[in-house]
Protein backbone atom coordinates (compact mmCIF):
# COMPACT_ATOMS: atom_id res chain seq x y z
CA UNK A 1 0.00 0.00 0.00
CA UNK A 2 1.19 3.65 -0.42
CA UNK A 3 1.86 4.95 2.36
CA UNK A 4 4.20 7.51 4.77
CA UNK A 5 7.05 5.96 6.59
CA UNK A 6 8.91 7.25 9.41
CA UNK A 7 11.65 5.89 11.17
CA UNK A 8 12.88 5.19 13.82
CA UNK A 9 9.12 5.46 15.56
CA UNK A 10 11.19 5.96 19.14
CA UNK A 11 14.22 8.17 19.26
CA UNK A 12 16.06 8.95 22.67
CA UNK A 13 19.28 11.19 22.20
CA UNK A 14 21.27 12.76 24.11
CA UNK A 15 21.31 16.88 25.17
CA UNK A 16 23.02 18.24 22.48
CA UNK A 17 23.67 15.44 20.64
CA UNK A 18 22.78 15.78 16.95
CA UNK A 19 19.72 13.23 15.97
CA UNK A 20 18.35 12.81 12.18
CA UNK A 21 14.88 11.71 11.87
CA UNK A 22 13.36 10.16 8.29
CA UNK A 23 10.55 10.15 5.86
CA UNK A 24 9.94 8.59 3.07
CA UNK A 25 6.73 7.79 0.63
CA UNK A 26 5.51 5.45 -1.65
CA UNK A 27 2.74 8.34 -3.05
CA UNK A 28 5.29 10.18 -5.49
CA UNK A 29 3.67 13.53 -3.69
CA UNK A 30 5.22 16.40 -4.56
CA UNK A 31 4.89 18.30 -1.34
CA UNK A 32 6.54 16.85 2.08
CA UNK A 33 6.22 18.73 5.26
CA UNK A 34 7.68 18.70 8.50
CA UNK A 35 5.67 18.72 11.78
CA UNK A 36 6.70 19.11 15.34
CA UNK A 37 3.70 18.53 17.92
CA UNK A 38 3.95 18.40 21.47
CA UNK A 39 1.92 16.89 24.07
CA UNK A 40 -2.32 16.90 22.81
CA UNK A 41 -1.26 20.10 21.24
CA UNK A 42 -2.22 21.26 17.36
CA UNK A 43 0.84 20.07 14.66
CA UNK A 44 3.49 23.04 14.48
CA UNK A 45 4.60 23.48 10.68
CA UNK A 46 8.20 23.63 10.76
CA UNK A 47 9.20 23.84 6.91
CA UNK A 48 8.14 22.05 3.86
CA UNK A 49 9.38 21.30 0.37
CA UNK A 50 8.05 21.86 -2.61
CA UNK A 51 9.38 19.86 -5.12
CA UNK A 52 12.89 20.44 -4.19
CA UNK A 53 12.20 24.60 -3.16
CA UNK A 54 12.40 24.54 0.70
CA UNK A 55 10.38 26.53 2.72
CA UNK A 56 10.80 27.53 6.50
CA UNK A 57 8.27 28.79 8.85
CA UNK A 58 9.33 32.34 10.01
CA UNK A 59 9.75 30.92 13.49
CA UNK A 60 11.63 27.54 12.95
CA UNK A 61 14.78 27.98 14.98
CA UNK A 62 17.83 27.89 12.99
CA UNK A 63 18.55 24.67 15.10
CA UNK A 64 15.95 22.48 13.04
CA UNK A 65 17.54 21.71 9.09
CA UNK A 66 15.76 19.58 6.89
CA UNK A 67 17.19 17.68 3.42
CA UNK A 68 15.30 16.14 0.63
CA UNK A 69 18.06 14.30 -1.18
CA UNK A 70 14.91 13.03 -3.65
CA UNK A 71 11.11 12.64 -4.53
CA UNK A 72 10.86 9.90 -1.91
CA UNK A 73 12.53 11.12 1.10
CA UNK A 74 13.17 13.98 3.62
CA UNK A 75 15.32 14.10 6.40
CA UNK A 76 14.83 16.28 9.52
CA UNK A 77 18.01 17.55 11.12
CA UNK A 78 17.98 18.80 14.61
CA UNK A 79 22.10 19.95 15.61
CA UNK A 80 22.09 20.45 18.84
CA UNK A 81 18.78 18.94 20.87
CA UNK A 82 17.42 20.59 24.07
CA UNK A 83 15.12 19.30 26.45
CA UNK A 84 12.00 21.85 24.93
CA UNK A 85 12.80 19.93 21.94
CA UNK A 86 11.52 16.44 23.11
CA UNK A 87 7.60 16.26 21.14
CA UNK A 88 6.51 13.58 17.76
CA UNK A 89 7.64 15.16 14.79
CA UNK A 90 5.35 14.30 11.91
CA UNK A 91 5.96 13.72 8.74
CA UNK A 92 3.25 14.80 6.07
CA UNK A 93 2.58 14.87 1.95
CA UNK A 94 0.38 16.03 -0.07
CA UNK A 95 0.04 16.37 -4.20
CA UNK A 96 0.01 20.08 -4.99
CA UNK A 97 -0.64 20.82 -8.75
CA UNK A 98 0.60 24.27 -8.89
CA UNK A 99 3.51 25.48 -9.65
CA UNK A 100 4.98 28.09 -7.54
CA UNK A 101 2.26 27.77 -4.67
CA UNK A 102 0.48 25.78 -2.54
CA UNK A 103 -3.19 26.37 -4.01
CA UNK A 104 -4.51 22.47 -4.44
CA UNK A 105 -6.72 20.95 -2.42
CA UNK A 106 -5.33 18.11 -2.15
CA UNK A 107 -5.06 16.64 1.16
CA UNK A 108 -2.11 15.99 3.02
CA UNK A 109 -1.22 12.40 4.54
CA UNK A 110 0.62 11.70 7.63
CA UNK A 111 3.34 9.17 8.54
CA UNK A 112 3.25 7.71 12.58
CA UNK A 113 5.33 9.95 13.56
CA UNK A 114 9.29 10.02 15.67
CA UNK A 115 8.61 10.50 19.39
CA UNK A 116 12.09 12.02 20.46
CA UNK A 117 13.02 11.93 23.68
CA UNK A 118 16.20 14.32 25.22
CA UNK A 119 17.72 13.21 28.06
CA UNK B 1 -4.26 35.11 7.87
CA UNK B 2 -6.24 31.99 8.45
CA UNK B 3 -7.43 30.35 12.00
CA UNK B 4 -9.00 27.74 13.62
CA UNK B 5 -11.08 27.45 16.42
CA UNK B 6 -12.13 24.64 18.70
CA UNK B 7 -14.01 25.69 21.46
CA UNK B 8 -14.43 22.14 23.14
CA UNK B 9 -10.92 21.10 24.91
CA UNK B 10 -13.17 17.59 25.57
CA UNK B 11 -15.71 16.13 24.68
CA UNK B 12 -17.69 13.35 26.34
CA UNK B 13 -20.69 11.32 25.41
CA UNK B 14 -22.36 8.10 25.68
CA UNK B 15 -21.76 5.22 23.09
CA UNK B 16 -24.79 4.78 20.74
CA UNK B 17 -25.50 8.34 21.43
CA UNK B 18 -25.07 11.46 18.35
CA UNK B 19 -21.98 13.47 19.00
CA UNK B 20 -20.54 16.82 17.13
CA UNK B 21 -17.08 17.92 17.95
CA UNK B 22 -17.12 21.95 16.96
CA UNK B 23 -14.98 24.13 14.45
CA UNK B 24 -15.14 27.42 13.47
CA UNK B 25 -12.18 29.09 10.90
CA UNK B 26 -11.36 31.97 9.83
CA UNK B 27 -10.28 33.12 5.97
CA UNK B 28 -10.23 36.10 3.77
CA UNK B 29 -11.09 33.89 0.63
CA UNK B 30 -13.10 31.03 0.34
CA UNK B 31 -11.51 27.67 2.44
CA UNK B 32 -10.62 24.24 2.03
CA UNK B 33 -11.74 22.63 5.50
CA UNK B 34 -10.52 19.20 6.89
CA UNK B 35 -11.04 17.40 9.74
CA UNK B 36 -7.87 14.99 11.42
CA UNK B 37 -8.39 12.52 14.04
CA UNK B 38 -5.25 11.28 16.20
CA UNK B 39 -5.07 7.90 18.19
CA UNK B 40 -2.09 7.71 20.57
CA UNK B 41 1.28 7.84 19.76
CA UNK B 42 0.04 8.04 16.17
CA UNK B 43 -0.08 10.29 12.89
CA UNK B 44 -2.78 12.22 11.78
CA UNK B 45 -5.65 10.04 9.79
CA UNK B 46 -7.35 12.28 7.54
CA UNK B 47 -11.49 12.11 8.06
CA UNK B 48 -12.71 14.39 5.57
CA UNK B 49 -12.71 17.36 3.77
CA UNK B 50 -14.92 20.04 2.38
CA UNK B 51 -13.78 22.08 -1.02
CA UNK B 52 -16.65 22.94 -2.96
CA UNK B 53 -19.85 21.67 -3.74
CA UNK B 54 -22.50 20.11 -0.66
CA UNK B 55 -22.33 21.60 2.50
CA UNK B 56 -22.55 17.79 4.25
CA UNK B 57 -19.43 16.05 3.76
CA UNK B 58 -19.20 12.77 4.28
CA UNK B 59 -16.16 11.04 5.41
CA UNK B 60 -14.17 7.62 6.89
CA UNK B 61 -15.82 5.77 9.60
CA UNK B 62 -19.00 7.13 9.30
CA UNK B 63 -18.37 10.66 10.56
CA UNK B 64 -19.80 13.58 8.53
CA UNK B 65 -18.93 17.40 8.86
CA UNK B 66 -21.50 20.48 7.79
CA UNK B 67 -19.92 23.42 6.24
CA UNK B 68 -21.89 26.53 7.56
CA UNK B 69 -20.49 29.20 5.62
CA UNK B 70 -22.78 32.11 7.59
CA UNK B 71 -21.71 30.80 10.76
CA UNK B 72 -18.10 30.07 9.57
CA UNK B 73 -18.38 26.70 10.92
CA UNK B 74 -17.58 23.34 10.25
CA UNK B 75 -18.82 20.77 12.42
CA UNK B 76 -17.97 17.26 13.02
CA UNK B 77 -20.68 14.33 13.46
CA UNK B 78 -22.00 11.37 13.87
CA UNK B 79 -25.23 9.69 14.77
CA UNK B 80 -23.73 7.00 16.21
CA UNK B 81 -21.13 6.99 18.61
CA UNK B 82 -18.35 3.98 19.44
CA UNK B 83 -15.85 3.60 22.24
CA UNK B 84 -13.37 3.60 19.74
CA UNK B 85 -14.27 6.79 18.06
CA UNK B 86 -11.99 7.87 21.48
CA UNK B 87 -9.15 9.72 20.05
CA UNK B 88 -7.98 13.41 19.41
CA UNK B 89 -9.77 15.41 16.99
CA UNK B 90 -7.73 18.43 14.67
CA UNK B 91 -9.72 20.48 12.55
CA UNK B 92 -7.88 22.10 9.72
CA UNK B 93 -8.09 25.29 7.14
CA UNK B 94 -6.65 26.23 4.15
CA UNK B 95 -7.16 29.50 2.55
CA UNK B 96 -8.15 28.73 -1.33
CA UNK B 97 -7.65 32.37 -2.69
CA UNK B 98 -3.92 33.21 -0.88
CA UNK B 99 -2.32 32.23 -3.49
CA UNK B 100 0.11 30.21 -1.58
CA UNK B 101 -0.82 28.97 2.26
CA UNK B 102 -0.50 25.72 4.22
CA UNK B 103 -2.67 24.37 6.31
CA UNK B 104 -3.74 25.79 9.64
CA UNK B 105 -4.75 23.24 12.47
CA UNK B 106 -7.36 24.12 15.76
CA UNK B 107 -5.87 23.45 18.76
CA UNK B 108 -7.64 19.42 19.06
CA UNK B 109 -10.47 18.46 20.91
CA UNK B 110 -10.34 15.05 23.23
CA UNK B 111 -13.55 12.84 22.24
CA UNK B 112 -14.46 10.37 24.97
CA UNK B 113 -16.82 8.01 24.43
CA UNK B 114 -17.79 5.84 27.33
CA UNK B 115 -19.57 2.15 27.11
Known amino acids: DAMVIQNPRYQVTQFGKPVTLSCSQT?????MYWYQQKSSQAPKLLFH???????NEADTPDNFQSRRPNTSFCFLDIRSPGLGDAAMYLC??????????????????FGPGTRLTVL | AQSVAQPEDQVNVAEGNPLTVKCTYS??????LFWYVQYPNRGLQFLLK??????LVKGSYGFEAEFNKSQTSFHLKKPSALVSDSALYFC?????????????FGKGTMLLVSP
Open chain 1, 92 to 109: ATSSDGTSGGLTSTDTQY
Open chain 2, 92 to 104: AVRDMNSGYSTLT
Open chain 1, 49 to 55: YYDKDFN
Open chain 2, 27 to 32: VSGNPY
Open chain 1, 27 to 31: LNHNV
Open chain 2, 50 to 55: YITGDN
